[in-house]
């Protein structure tokens, strides 16, 4: 497998719970209120910056206490009315 940070795979496997059930698109929230979507690309992030309980490790204010998952409905698709 290739070594690179953004390989968003080979980050995941070096983690452990809870970090390695957060998920590309998933929505952090910070103890000091701001929220981020996590890209795949800024996954590394995760392993480098937070222990496995999601406390960072250099700014307290970033300590995740929250993730969420957004779900997705589709709305449209071409030659379908709303799916409702």
């Known amino acids: ?12 496997a070096m ?7 957060i ?14 979507v996590l ?3 800024y996954y590394w992030t995760i392993l480098k910056f937070y222990d ?5 490790v250099y700014n307290d204010d970033y300590t995740i206490i929250e993730v969420l998952r957004p779900h997705y409905e589709r709305i449209y698709e071409k030659g379908k009315e709303k799916t409702k």
């Open 1 to 12: 497998m290739e070594s690179n940070i953004y390989n968003y795979e080979m980050i995941r």
């Open 15 to 21: 983690m452990k719970s809870p970090k390695r059930d």
């Open 23 to 36: 998920l590309p698109n998933d929505v952090l929230i910070y103890k000091n209120g701001e929220k981020a």
């Open 39 to 41: 890209y795949a690309q």
């Open 52 to 56: 496995d309980d999601l406390n960072h």
